[in-house]
């Protein structure tokens, strides 16, 4: 665990419900000095805590509906190969090294079923990439969050 305390987690918070405020803001709603919310979001940035501050996008509202997870096995030593690949496929949103069955895990979204068909076959032509299996999401029953984890972070803090 890193060296975090309750004010990080404050700050993070605070970026994570609204990730676009500027640093002034952040300081009144935190009650710190503007000094202090400029330095703690600057080293939780450069130390990689929180990524670009930027404001999420439902892809679903500009007619990508489609949400799938790719398991991909790649060919032994073509990992470097098939992720420069994958990264030129705009339909690809994220990819995960993983353990167990496959070798990355890859969340892709397409316009429709007829366009997923068309992105899994660009995964497919990625060099190194064997074989896929997909499943679709069908519902977003639980949406990205990271409050309850920041919770239960907060909860191991010693007082």
């Not at 999420?56 to 992720?83: K, M, N, P, W």
């Not at 890859?106 to 316009?111: H, T």
């Given at each position: 665990?890193?060296?975090?305390?309750?004010?990080?987690?404050?700050?993070?918070?605070?970026?994570?419900?609204?990730p676009r405020?500027?640093?002034?803001e952040?300081?009144?709603?935190l009650?710190i000095a503007?000094?202090?919310?400029h330095?703690?979001?600057?080293?939780?940035?450069?130390q990689?805590?929180?990524?670009?501050?930027?404001r999420?996008v439902d892809?679903?509202?500009?007619?990508v509906?489609?949400t799938?997870?790719?398991?991909?096995q790649?060919a032994q030593?073509?990992?470097g190969?098939?992720i420069?690949?994958?990264?030129?496929?705009?339909?690809?949103?994220?990819?995960?090294g993983?353990a167990g069955?496959?070798d990355?895990?890859?969340?892709?979204?397409?316009?429709?079923n007829?366009?997923?068909?068309e992105?899994i076959?660009?995964?497919?032509?990625?060099r190194?990439v064997?074989?896929?299996?997909?499943?679709?999401?069908m519902t977003d029953?639980i949406?990205y969050?990271?409050?309850?984890l920041?919770?239960?972070?907060?909860?191991?803090?010693p007082?």
């Amino acid at each position: 665990m890193g060296s975090w305390n309750r004010l990080d987690l404050r700050v993070i918070r605070e970026l994570v419900a609204s990730p676009r405020v500027g640093i002034t803001e952040l300081a009144e709603r935190l009650g710190i000095a503007r000094n202090t919310a400029h330095a703690r979001v600057a080293r939780l940035e450069r130390q990689g805590v929180v990524g670009q501050r930027g404001r999420a996008v439902d892809y679903t509202e500009l007619g990508v509906e489609v949400t799938a997870f790719l398991t991909i096995q790649v060919a032994q030593g073509r990992l470097g190969s098939a992720i420069d690949d994958l990264v030129l496929v705009p339909y690809v949103l994220e990819a995960h090294g993983i353990a167990g069955d496959g070798d990355l895990l890859v969340r892709v979204a397409a316009r429709s079923n007829r366009h997923l068909h068309e992105v899994i076959n660009s995964v497919l032509a990625c060099r190194g990439v064997i074989r896929s299996s997909t499943a679709v999401a069908m519902t977003d029953q639980i949406p990205y969050r990271v409050a309850p984890l920041l919770d239960a972070i907060e909860r191991s803090l010693p007082d």
